[in-house]
């Protein structure tokens, strides 16, 4: 049996003291079905401390992301409260173990959703996209994992930083996505590596949503994964990513 409320525990209390942890795969043999029941157990900690569930994150929807870190399927977490990185609440970098940042796109839900949307439905239930920036801190040394530890590990979310809210476009592709450390451009890419379409990693993040039994609301937040490789942010102190005609999302670390 594998303890998932024991193990979810432990990776709170690595994100909570920034201590990174070794991995449960060297040592044990564990489902990708345990892993969601542990990333369920390991939000549920998050939530008893007063920190509502606000979306999810899509993960590995690019190559360049399956490339960068050594896996092959598409996974998701959630997004509560506390991640939103806002100019009244920059990233703390002392509360983060190894911080990585990459460029997304977001996606604010207009209704509830309740069952697995096509790539044609889905810009029918957004009522706002904007740039993002995904901010990533595997609670496991060296930022290394398993397909299982990462998804037990809520896909190494730590936060997330939005640009303004846009009009939904009709379409989504082709769009430069630059992301820059200080002024000094780290990461280029372009809105297709996600999936070939945004649209796509919505519609994945309504499948996978409802298979693993995570809650899709009206207002939600859902990041569609990231277009190039993460970047370490090191002593960087201004983050920022553009997308064409999205606009600029923006952070401080402090
Ligand atoms: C896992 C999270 C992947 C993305 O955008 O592909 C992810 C990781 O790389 O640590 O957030
Ligand atoms: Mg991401």
Known sequence: MI???QWAKALHQSARTQQPRDQ???QNT?????????????????VNEGHAVIGVKMGFTSLAKMKQMGVDDMIIGQLTQ???????????RSQCIHPRAEP????RLSQDINSPLSVDEVSHVVDGVASAIEIIDSRYENFKFSL??????????CGFALGPWCEVPLGLNGLDMVQTFDGSTVAEGTSDAILDNPFEALAAATRLALQHGLPLKKG???????????HFIGDAKKVEVAVDGLG???????
Request: net charge negative.
């Open 3 to 5: 303890p998932h409320n």
């Open 24 to 26: 449960f795969s060297t």
């Open 30 to 46: 564990y489902t990708l079905k345990d892993a969601y029941t542990i990333q369920h157990a390991l939000i549920q900690e998050r």
């Open 82 to 92: 506390d991640m939103r990185i806002t100019s009244e609440t920059p990233l703390v």
């Open 104 to 107: 997304e796109i977001a996606f």
């Open 148 to 157: 299982e530890d990462v998804v037990a590990d809520n896909c190494s979310s």
């Open 220 to 230: 939600m937040v859902v990041l569609a994964g990231a277009s190039t490789a993460a």
């Open 248 to 254: 600029t999302a923006y952070f401080e670390v402090v």
